[in-house]
């Protein structure tokens, strides 16, 4: 009989619909855990976020940035809250600094649609997207964060940092994405994203990136800017495989991709760095629903899924990826069967949901 490898998973709900979309997510890999034997969690949970700093004082106390240093992955809700914010008046976002403490460089932004998901756009193409967007997100213009300045009420400026040793590590990773894309039937391309027509920041960033295109030939390197990319995101998303762009760009083009797919609840993502990960929704805390039930908790099952093909691969448990597929497959199944949540018009809840692709799980026979 093979063993049963424990996980310690620091969790970090958050706030608003962040504590919604939690618990199902929970038990959603506690199922597949039993189902498997060959892997289990330790949960461990911490508050952090918005409420917690007004609570406490610090929106990421020292004992949850310990469980984190200290867990296998970090599974994060979402966090913030309008009416909470530090006395200079900008938001509550320990996600972000999370980021910049763990060196979690590379934001995997996977953009996949579902069968039946209402689509923004009609192309037929449009119908089975699959790409990535791969924000970089420890620098770029958000290295400016609580350090702009505003001179005399009259200026304002704010610094963009890219540095060498990031954007290697940044590139190399998503020619490895691409590559083990293309091992599964994708093109194997990457297009760097960038304003390197105006800007020495953005001329670096592509120079670093075609240097390490060298070095992986047998994917496909293509630059674009990012103004040509925002329009081709919208009239033929389907050409593209694995992008990767700054932080800031990043930041805008993900959100894109999550309106492709039919809105915040189903866009997943995963920022890794060389020893850590952190797995949450693309979206917020969705002050505006909170409370209502109607939160869509499919984007924090997809990163759930990231979590345990991360997980999977670096531990060699392919049972781990196959609870991945498991997830994917569920969703579909559960989509493809009429479920249908608020947030696309639907009537189905956070419960509703929930309980839709748990029994998709149960029901569903996957090939591994
Ligand atoms: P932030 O400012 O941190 O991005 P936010 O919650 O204000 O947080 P988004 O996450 O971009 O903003 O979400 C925008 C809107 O999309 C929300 O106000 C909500 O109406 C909707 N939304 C976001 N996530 C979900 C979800 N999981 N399920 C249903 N609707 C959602």
Same mark, same amino acid.
């Given at each position: 009989?093979?063993?049963?490898?424990?996980?310690?998973?620091?969790?970090?709900?958050?706030?608003?619909?962040?504590?919604?979309?939690?618990?199902? *997510?929970?038990?959603?890999?506690?199922?597949?855990?039993?189902?498997?034997?060959?892997?289990?969690?330790?949960?461990?949970?911490? $508050?952090?976020?918005?409420?917690a700093y007004k609570e406490t004082g610090s929106a990421l106390p020292a004992s949850a940035l310990a469980a984190a240093r200290n867990a296998d992955a970090i599974l994060l809700g979402a966090m913030?809250?309008?009416?909470? %914010?530090?006395?200079?008046?900008?938001?509550?976002?320990? $996600?972000?600094?999370? %980021?910049?403490?763990?060196?979690?460089?590379?934001? /995997?932004?996977?953009?996949?649609?579902?069968?039946?998901? @209402? =689509?923004?756009?009609? !192309? !037929?193409?449009?119908?089975?997207?699959?790409?990535?967007?791969?924000?970089?997100?420890?620098?770029?213009?958000? #290295?400016?964060?609580?350090?702009?300045?505003? %001179?005399?009420? $009259?200026?304002?400026?704010?610094?963009?940092?890219? &540095? @060498?040793?990031?954007?290697?590590?940044?590139?190399?990773?998503?020619?490895?994405?691409?590559?083990?894309?293309?091992?599964?039937?994708?093109?194997?391309? /990457?297009?760097?994203?960038?304003?390197?027509?105006?800007?020495?920041?953005?001329?670096?960033? @592509?120079?670093?990136?075609?240097?390490?295109?060298?070095?992986?030939?047998?994917?496909?390197? =293509? *630059?674009? +800017?990012? !103004?040509? /990319?925002?329009? +081709?995101?919208?009239?033929?998303?389907?050409?593209?495989?694995?992008?990767?762009?700054?932080?800031?760009?990043?930041?805008?083009?993900?959100?894109?991709?999550?309106?492709?797919?039919?809105?915040?609840?189903?866009?997943?993502?995963?920022?890794?760095?060389? %020893?850590? #990960?952190?797995?949450?929704? *693309?979206?917020?805390?969705?002050?505006?629903? &909170?409370? &209502?039930?109607?939160?869509?908790?499919?984007?924090?099952?997809?990163?759930?899924?990231?979590?345990?093909?991360?997980?999977? $691969?670096?531990?060699?448990?392919?049972?781990?990826?196959?609870?991945?597929?498991r997830i994917r497959v569920a969703i579909d199944s559960a989509f493809a069967s009429g479920m249908k949540p608020f947030e696309i018009g639907g009537t189905a809840t956070t419960k509703d949901v929930?309980?839709?692709?748990?029994?998709?799980?149960?029901?569903?026979?996957?090939?591994?």
């Open positions: 009989m093979s063993k049963n490898v424990k996980f310690r998973i620091a969790v970090l709900p958050g706030d608003g619909i962040g504590c919604e979309v939690m618990p199902p *997510c929970l038990a959603l890999l506690d199922q597949l855990a039993r189902e498997s034997g060959e892997f289990s969690f330790d949960f461990q949970e911490h $508050q952090a976020g918005a409420f913030g809250w309008p009416d909470i %914010r530090y006395p200079d008046g900008t938001e509550i976002a320990p $996600q972000l600094d999370l %980021r910049f403490e763990l060196g979690l460089y590379a934001g /995997v932004r996977p953009v996949r649609t579902f069968p039946n998901v @209402r =689509r923004i756009l009609a !192309d !037929d193409r449009a119908a089975n997207l699959d790409f990535v967007i791969i924000r970089e997100s420890t620098e770029g213009l958000f #290295a400016s964060r609580g350090k702009g300045v505003v %001179r005399d009420d $009259q200026e304002a400026s704010d610094t963009m940092v890219i &540095t @060498r040793a990031v954007c290697e590590s940044l590139f190399d990773m998503a020619f490895a994405i691409a590559r083990e894309r293309k091992r599964r039937g994708s093109p194997g391309i /990457v297009t760097c994203v960038d304003k390197a027509n105006v800007f020495a920041s953005f001329a670096f960033f @592509r120079k670093i990136f075609l240097e390490r295109a060298a070095l992986n030939p047998d994917i496909e390197a =293509r *630059c674009a +800017y990012v !103004d040509a /990319v925002a329009l +081709y995101l919208v009239t033929k998303p389907w050409e593209f495989d694995v992008l990767v762009t700054e932080n800031m760009f990043g930041d805008i083009l993900s959100d894109l991709g999550a309106g492709l797919m039919g809105g915040m609840g189903f866009a997943p993502s995963a920022d890794i760095g060389d %020893r850590y #990960a952190v797995f949450q929704p *693309c979206h917020g805390t969705a002050p505006d629903i &909170t409370g &209502t039930g109607k939160a869509n908790p499919i984007a924090t099952f997809l990163s759930a899924a990231m979590m345990l093909d991360w997980l999977g $691969q670096k531990h060699e448990l392919s049972a781990m990826n196959h609870a991945a597929k929930t309980e839709t692709v748990l029994g998709a799980l149960e029901t569903d026979a996957v090939q591994a």
